[in-house]
């Protein structure tokens, strides 16, 4: 058995990619342990296929088209026009992609793509693209168009070696199969026979004899060759072994077409590597598991994101997996990882020390990567507050940009103030703002801004809350007040006033307009003497719960207020 221990974020994506396609393989020649995997090398005679097979589930075309234009179709019933026009493009892009490859399907689609003038019903529309998705489901078409995609998604990552060379675009299934063998699975299969007769010799000598012996007997005449470059390399002391996976000759070197974004070119590689060495030996092993990589990364866009963690293997499939699984549901990542902190409080502070959130864009040979550790803050709140607050936000957009700050420790008061401008004219509640700014205050308060005495702070804590509280109300009657006296016309003027005063920290210009607000509907200002005042350090809470009670729309049916 042959051991992968788990290592770095970028070794795990390989690791990772390589056990999804034994997965997927149904194999039982491999077993999983808590910090490694253990794999039979007999099951590489049959890696190839295995590994197209999965790139033929992950990356099908066909179901790929299939869910894009079930997804037009919806839109279509209200926008006619733009989603007709989108399912037209897919048919000629795809028209474009198969005139060379296959003459016949591509004229096909252009005589599909000629009756779009005809095209005027949804039904009609219906039956067009029942007839594009027939034809993408064809073996020979799907085939085609899914060995492109696949190429161009391992080519982001390894560049242009063995069958990604651009010269090998047109090759089938089959032969991209066996140019995997032929350049990956073949050197690690002659070398497992060279390690077999090192590993049962006591001795350098010894290793030597039996590498002699076996080149009299085989008629291989890679392996005789591979099996004198080990008895020169072991003559001269030379023979290096993988410093990833253990046991495996390094008979290779680390370069771009091992993994791209994380590479160096060697040419310019003397400070990269030890004592001036321009290389980087490493084991065709380590070579193949690399190129597994893209199964076990999630690209959205433009950017790859991994999950790692120091926890164990199945700890590591299992929140890739989850994240994978929110991805597709169209979840940022911010809602995956603050449901899945939400749910383990318990666990909250062991993930921010030990979980990192990896992302890259890679472009040709530049590399941007991001690597993201929880803020403690974030952390504590979780802990602390749960979903308290943050659960009540149900406006999507709004809350991804809320949790995504909130996790990495930033404010978020210009991001309340923007989601209150933008919600004067439309009919959305505000209770999203308010949830929002009592989510600030906790934040707030966990990073001691408020400077109080460790004495009453708790008391003062309760009591700031409970104003803010009180603004919110505030703010619903006086709106209810304006609109008795069928003044709701002044609301969005008297909003846009107290926004700009909030927002350039005019704390005059706010009670002014309040003190005239209040005044017309009859209500006390006190409340907002001291939170205006310029040492106050609650205006911004407090004016910002005010806004969003003075915008909510009374009609809405109110979420249960949070504690």
């Given at each position: 058995m042959i051991r992968l221990y788990l290592e770095d974020w970028a070794t795990n994506t390989g690791i990772l990619g390589f056990y999804r396609i034994l997965e997927h393989a149904e194999t039982d020649l491999f077993e999983i342990e808590e910090?490694?995997?253990?794999?039979?090398?007999?099951?590489?005679h049959d890696f190839p296929k295995w590994f197209f097979n999965y790139a033929f589930d992950m990356f099908s075309v066909a179901n790929e088209k299939e869910n894009r234009m079930n997804a037009y179709l919806t839109h279509a019933s209200s926008n006619f026009k733009r989603f007709k026009d989108f399912i037209f493009a897919d048919i000629k892009s795809t028209e474009n992609k198969l005139n060379k490859r296959l003459p016949i399907e591509g004229r096909t689609l252009k005589e599909l793509f000629s009756r779009k003038k005809d095209v005027s019903t949804i039904e009609e529309l219906n039956t067009i693209t029942k007839?594009?998705?027939?034809?993408?489901?064809?073996?020979?078409?799907?085939?085609?168009?899914?060995?492109?995609?696949?190429?161009?998604?391992?080519?982001?990552?390894?560049?242009?070696?063995s069958f990604l060379q651009r010269s090998r675009s047109t090759l089938n299934r089959s032969e991209h199969e066996e140019f995997l063998a032929r350049d990956f699975i073949q050197p690690i299969l002659l070398e497992q026979e060279v390690l077999a007769v090192l590993q049962s010799s006591t001795n350098p000598n010894e290793a030597i004899e039996g590498l002699n012996k076996v080149i009299q007997q085989t008629d291989d005449a890679d392996f005789r060759k591979l099996a004198k470059q080990t008895i020169t390399k072991l003559k001269k002391d030379e023979l290096l072994y993988c410093p990833v996976i253990e046991g495996q000759l390094a008979l290779t070197d680390y370069t771009e077409a091992v993994f791209l974004p994380n590479a160096v070119?060697?040419?310019?590689?003397?400070?990269?590597?030890?004592?001036?060495?321009?290389?980087?030996?490493?084991?065709?092993?380590?070579?193949?598991?690399?190129?597994?990589?893209?199964?076990?990364?999630?690209?959205?866009?433009?950017?790859?994101?991994?999950?790692?963690t120091d926890e164990d293997f199945d700890a590591l499939a299992e929140v890739n997996d989850l994240f994978v699984t929110n991805k597709k549901q169209n979840n940022p990542f911010e809602v995956f990882l603050y449901d899945t902190l939400k749910e383990a409080k318990d666990k909250a502070g062991w993930i921010s020390k030990n979980m990192l959130i990896v992302e890259f864009q890679n472009s040709?040979?530049?590399?941007?990567?991001?690597?993201?550790?929880?803020?403690?803050?974030?952390?504590?709140y979780l802990q602390e507050r749960g979903g308290k607050e943050l659960d009540h936000i149900k406006y999507p957009p709004f809350r991804n940009v809320i949790l995504r700050k909130l996790?990495?420790?930033?404010?978020?008061?210009?991001?309340i103030t923007n989601q209150l401008r933008k919600n004067v004219d439309n009919n959305y509640s505000c209770y999203d703002t308010y949830?929002?700014?009592?989510?600030?205050?906790?934040?707030?308060?966990?990073?001691?801004?408020?400077?109080?005495?460790?004495?009453?702070r708790e008391e003062q804590y309760e009591s700031m809350q409970n104003r803010i509280k009180y603004a919110l109300m505030d703010g619903r009657e006086v709106r209810r007040r304006l609109t008795e006296r069928r003044?709701?016309?002044?609301?969005?003027?008297?909003?846009?006033?107290?926004?700009?005063?909030?927002?350039?920290?005019?704390?005059?210009?706010?009670?002014?307009?309040?003190?005239?607000?209040?005044?017309?509907?009859?209500?006390?200002?006190?409340?907002?003497?001291?939170?205006?005042?310029?040492?106050?350090?609650?205006?911004?809470?407090?004016?910002?719960?005010?806004?969003?009670?003075?915008?909510?729309?009374?009609?809405?049916?109110?979420?249960e207020e949070t504690n």
């Open positions: 910090t490694y995997l253990d794999f039979d090398p007999k099951l590489l007839d594009y998705l027939r034809l993408l489901k064809q073996e020979q078409v799907n085939e085609v168009l899914t060995l492109n995609m696949i190429r161009f998604r391992l080519g982001e990552l390894h560049g242009q070696t070119s060697l040419a310019n590689a003397t400070n990269y590597t030890w004592n001036n060495q321009k290389t980087f030996p490493i084991s065709n092993l380590y070579r193949l598991i690399m190129f597994c990589s893209a199964f076990g990364l999630y690209k959205d866009g433009e950017t790859y994101s991994f999950i790692q040709g040979k530049k590399t941007t990567l991001t690597q993201n550790f929880l803020s403690e803050h974030a952390i504590q996790l990495n420790g930033e404010q978020f008061f210009r991001d949830a929002a700014t009592l989510a600030m205050f906790h934040l707030n308060r966990i990073k001691g801004c408020y400077g109080m005495s460790n004495e009453t003044m709701e016309n002044k609301i969005p003027g008297i909003t846009y006033r107290l926004l700009n005063a909030l927002t350039t920290n005019n704390r005059q210009q706010f009670f002014e307009t309040l003190f005239r607000t209040f005044l017309l509907v009859e209500k006390n200002t006190s409340m907002y003497v001291d939170a205006t005042r310029e040492h106050s350090n609650e205006f911004e809470g407090i004016a910002s719960a005010l806004l969003s009670g003075l915008n909510d729309k009374p009609y809405k049916k109110e979420v």
